[in-house]
Nanobody, 127 residues
Framework: QLQLVESGGGLVQPGGSLRLSCAASGFTLGNYAIGWFRQAPGKEREGLSCINRRGGGTNYADSVKGRFTMSRDNAKNTVYLQMNSLKPEDTAVYYC????????????????????WGQGTQVTVSS
């Protein structure tokens, strides 16, 4: 079965950190660029960032620049989103998505079609 599974969400106080994981099963994640998205209640889905096949990152959302960083371990078939200095407005369901590409240094735009999506993991930032 081809799927992405996010984990690592939870409840954290403002200023705290979380690391989300996005693990692939049934396919080789190294052949895909990975995008991170979030959706807060009552809001549209927001594209946050993307990591290309070689591990280079692109941030799409100004709100997370300098606070969120991505990494990938292709040997573990997993991509990570490290979130620091979390704010209440970061509260949302976070999703990872994979888009196959032959170009190792290219990241898709948030509006591009992705091949696989995870089920999401809830992040709540509250005191």
């Amino acid at each position: 079965q081809l799927q992405l599974v996010e984990s690592g969400g939870g409840l954290v106080q403002p200023g705290g950190s979380l690391r989300l994981s996005c693990a692939a099963s049934g396919f080789t994640l190294g052949n895909y660029a990975i995008g991170w998205f979030r959706q807060a209640p009552g809001k549209e889905r927001e594209g946050l960032s993307c990591i290309n096949r070689r591990g280079g990152g692109t941030n799409y959302a100004d709100s997370v620049k300098g606070r969120f960083t991505m990494s990938r371990d292709n040997a573990k078939n997993t991509v990570y989103l490290q979130m620091n200095s979390l704010k209440p407005e970061d509260t949302a369901v976070y999703y990872c998505a994979a888009r196959g590409t032959v170009f190792p240094y290219v990241c898709p735009q948030p509006s591009d079609e992705y091949d696989y999506w995870g089920q999401g993991t809830q992040v709540t930032v509250s005191s």
